[in-house]
């Protein structure tokens, strides 16, 4: 009998987790997110709006910056269809298909994430150049410039933030079970009525969520659009680069509302998330039983 009371988690033996213990370890991790997170949002607020809300208001709303911050979630919006799209199908084909050279491609895909961003657009600038042969041929054959100018933004975007769909989707095609779109197979269903059916509704989320993280890491953007953006004003300056050229001009006001209006979009995002998160949750198998 001693011996199961001294196996028993909830006596009190010498054995059992001190109180102190668990409120030391959240306490450590609260207060590195208040330093690290908290504190740096509450300090841009802060500045951002010293001088009012009118203020602050009227630096979104300069000609300038208000293009910078259209053109970047026009940009981050084409980045994220495309690569929801190709991303969702380039996990399908790594799960469902052998072929030579998978493990190296699948290799590839993490690259955006590990090399430096200012890579990526030296990159874009080497091969669509105005003076390369590609942007040459380009912009005489379709009167198009890729480089400084939205489509390079566009094409930036999209190698950085591939990765994200990829492997948000991944694991989930990976834990699918066959069964169920073998037998709707059996039962006559097409190739798309099993996709559409059996194989989309699962991926729901995990595709949301890769699609927020590319828009959450497109819109702060800066090594790679400042190359092959070009920084023109009214044109191809995102607000990444707006907000560098404030803090270089010392406008410290104007570099805080723009931002702060990108933090608001983000966290705006990740509380729709969460919403459409909790949905799912609710028309999930184990909800309704």
Do not use: C
Not at 6 to 34: D, E, F, H, Q
Not at 107 to 114: E, M, T, V
Not at 229 to 239: E, H, K, M, R
Not at 242 to 266: D, K, P, Q, T
């Amino acid at each position: 009998m001693n011996t199961l009371l001294a196996g028993n988690p909830k006596t009190k033996t010498t054995g059992t987790p001190l109180p102190w213990g668990r409120w030391g370890l959240r306490s450590v991790a609260i207060s590195y997110l208040i330093v690290m997170l908290v504190i740096p949002l509450l300090v841009i607020l802060q500045d951002g709006m010293r001088e009012g809300l009118v203020e602050l208001w009227r630096q979104v709303t300069l000609p300038i910056a208000w293009h910078a911050l259209k053109l970047t979630l026009w940009t981050s919006a084409m980045m994220v269809v495309l690569n929801t799209i190709m991303g969702t199908l380039t996990a399908f084909v790594l799960v469902r298909y052998e072929f030579p050279g998978k493990t190296i491609l699948n290799a590839i895909i993490d690259l955006p994430l590990a090399i430096p961003t200012l890579v990526t657009g030296v990159m874009l600038v080497v091969l669509f150049g105005p003076q390369e042969a590609i942007g040459s041929w380009l912009k005489e054959q379709f009167d198009t410039s890729i480089i400084f100018a939205p489509p390079g933004i566009i094409m930036a975007l999209l190698f950085l933030t591939f990765p994200f769909v990829v492997r948000s989707v991944q694991p989930v095609l990976l834990e699918l079970d066959l069964a169920q779109e073998r037998a709707a197979a059996t039962l006559g269903a097409g190739g798309w009525t099993i996709f559409w059916r059996i194989i989309l509704p699962p991926l729901t989320l995990p595709i949301l969520t890769g699609a927020l993280l590319s828009f959450a890491r497109a819109i702060g953007e800066f090594g790679s659009i400042v190359i092959v953006a070009g920084n023109i004003p009214l044109v191809s300056q995102t607000a990444a680069v707006y907000v560098f050229g404030e803090v270089e001009s010392e406008n410290r006001l104007g570099a805080s509302a723009v931002s702060i209006a990108m933090v608001a979009i983000a966290f705006s995002l990740m509380m729709a998330a969460n919403y459409l998160r909790k949905l799912s949750k609710k028309g999930s198998p184990e909800e309704i039983e």
